[in-house]
């Protein structure tokens, strides 16, 4: 690190969602700033930080921007967008990682590596889905014209079948009705 360079410098959103209880019930939004913006890098220089109003995705509240130092930057560091900061233990280590160095001069850490993401970071397509779902749930309740036809249909071919067994059992009984005669007249010519 050149003895002029800018140390690392944190972004730290409090906008519409980041920061709010509303959003990341449970976490000392207040606790977390103070504590990110205690943080010295290896050279014990204090990491400038600055809050921001909304910085886009907030659907990944808390969010915070690592922005290289100097160094870093020369080296090919980019700022290095951090989503669902809120954990204790991520502050933690970005601590360390900007200690060794930050974007662009260590290696990110594997806990903030899960957490990366960007200014476009697009949320999950959840409603669509739902949309989907109320969509097949209509169709279930009021089915089409063309399961209302099948349905007609099997209905008329079970009566069809029931009408000709009904007509069979009755040609069986007429067929049997001459066997009997048949058999009473065999007994009168034996008496
Ligand atoms: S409020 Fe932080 S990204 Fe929107």
């Known amino acids: 690190m050149t003895a002029t360079g800018r140390p690392c410098r944190l972004v730290v959103c409090r906008g519409c969602c980041c920061g709010t209880a509303k959003k990341r019930p449970g976490v000392d939004h207040e606790g977390q700033l103070e504590r ?5 890098d ?12 909304c910085l886009g995705p907030c659907f990944q509240a808390n969010v915070v921007v690592v922005q290289p130092s100097s160094e870093g930057r020369e080296r090919g560091g980019r700022p290095v967008w951090l989503g669902e900061f809120s954990e204790d233990g991520l502050i933690d280590d970005l601590g360390d990682w900007i200690r060794e160095g930050g974007p662009g001069a260590a290696p990110l850490p594997e806990a903030l590596a899960a957490r990366v993401t960007s200014k476009d970071a697009e949320k999950p397509k959840k409603a669509k889905k739902a949309k989907k779902t109320k969509k097949a749930e209509k169709a279930e309740k009021k089915p089409g014209k063309k399961a209302k036809k099948a ?41």
């Not at 990110?36 to 010295?40: W, Y």
């Open 36 to 40: 990110l913006g205690g943080l010295r």
């Open 42 to 53: 290896g050279r014990g220089r204090r990491v400038p930080l600055r809050t921001s109003t």
């Open 151 to 191: 349905v007609k249909k099997v209905e008329k071919a079970a009566k069809k079948a029931k009408r000709a067994a009904k007509e069979a059992g009755a040609a069986a009984a007429d067929r049997s009705a001459p066997t009997k005669k048949t058999k009473k007249a065999k007994k009168a010519k034996k008496g």
